[in-house]
């Protein structure tokens, strides 16, 4: 069992940045794909960003065409992380941000869409964008 908690949500102004971050307990394989869904009041679930990773360095990363040029997502294996840095919030940003990690495969194409390819979720984390 893989447990995921995630840190880094709060409140902000529009144009605004936060950086979320969540810890995996640890990793069962040595590969994989982590990163982010959200979900908005009265909105389905949706990915933001995951990166496939392996022991040695990150690898391609996925962007929802909503948050491209203002999210990055990064990944750290040794510590078991993944931050998503987000600037220029919108309000249409605020939503719970819920860490995904896929084990022993990469995300591939649109898969990395689809909630059931994520093994572990973590319990979420809100983020609010006002004006």
């Known amino acids: 069992q893989v447990h995921l908690v995630e840190s880094g949500g709060g409140s902000v102004q529009t144009g605004g940045s936060l950086r979320l971050s969540c810890a995996a307990s640890r990793y069962t394989y040595s590969t994989g794909c982590m990163g982010w869904f959200r979900q908005a009041p009265g909105k389905e679930r949706e990915g933001v960003a995951v990166?496939?990773?392996?022991?040695?360095?990150?690898?391609?990363?996925y962007y929802a065409d909503s948050v491209k040029g203002r999210f990055t997502i990064s990944q750290e294996f040794a510590s078991h992380t993944v931050d998503l840095q987000m600037s220029s919030l919108k309000s249409e940003d605020t939503a719970m941000y819920y860490c995904?990690?896929?084990?022993?495969?990469?995300?591939?194409?649109?898969?990395?869409?689809?909630?059931?390819?994520?093994?572990?979720w973590g319990q979420g984390t809100q983020v609010t964008v006002s004006s």
């Open positions: 995904v990690v896929k084990e022993d495969l990469f995300c591939v194409g649109s898969v990395w869409r689809i909630q059931s390819t994520y093994d572990y």
């Open positions: 990166i496939n990773f392996d022991d040695r360095r990150t690898y391609s990363a």
